[in-house]
């Protein structure tokens, strides 16, 4: 059975964010997981957020691509646990910032062996937003609403460029 999840992760590895070409879907977490059930095989999705607008075109994109390598399965997209910016590769947030996106930073966890749990706690102070065009923390938000809810609009006080930062959740 492993031979076939295998082949539905590798088919759908190349499947990118509509609204961020530059970042897969894996790498943003939003494709959790594929699984064996009693009722066949499922493709769980999760949302960035529960309102998210591009997540019709992304269950649409992993029902197209499975059809097209012949797969059958189904698409379920799954709210619980919340996801989590935590959930962003690494690499994931390094494309972000080349496509001139500043990435989020760290909220649930410290990292290894650690639990990603969305917390709810009173908003502390932010870490400075580093401008993804030059680098500066000298940053201002002009914006909790950048080009998609789940960014905010930032302005770089020094390179005066403005930019989209993908607020952590």
């Given at each position: 059975m492993?031979?076939?999840?295998?082949?539905i992760w590798a088919t759908l590895e190349p499947l990118t964010d509509p609204e961020i070409?530059?970042?897969?879907?894996?790498?943003l977490g939003i494709l959790r997981d594929v699984r064996q059930t009693p009722a066949?095989?499922?493709?769980?999705?999760?949302p960035t957020y529960s309102g998210c607008p591009a997540m019709g075109q992304i269950e649409d994109d992993v029902r197209a691509s499975l059809e097209q390598a012949g797969i059958e399965a189904r698409v379920i997209t799954q709210l619980a646990p919340a996801w989590t910016t935590d959930w962003?590769?690494?690499?994931?947030?390094?494309?972000?910032?080349?496509?001139?996106?500043?990435?989020?930073?760290?909220?649930?966890?410290s990292g290894a062996g650690e639990v990603s749990v969305l917390k709810f706690?009173?908003?502390?102070?932010?870490e400075a937003v580093a401008c993804p065009q030059c680098g500066?923390?000298?940053?201002?938000?002009?914006?909790?609403?950048?080009?998609t809810a789940c960014k905010a609009l930032y302005k770089c006080l020094d390179c005066?460029?403005?930019?989209?930062?993908?607020?952590?959740?």
């Open positions: 492993s031979s076939v999840v295998d082949k070409p530059v970042v897969t879907l894996r790498e066949g095989i499922e493709v769980v999705i999760t962003m590769s690494d690499e994931a947030k390094e494309k972000l910032r080349a496509y001139g996106i500043a990435p989020p930073h760290r909220t649930c966890g706690v009173r908003r502390q102070p932010t500066s923390t000298h940053t201002v938000v002009t914006s909790e609403f950048g080009s005066q460029e403005p930019f989209d930062y993908f607020k952590p959740y």
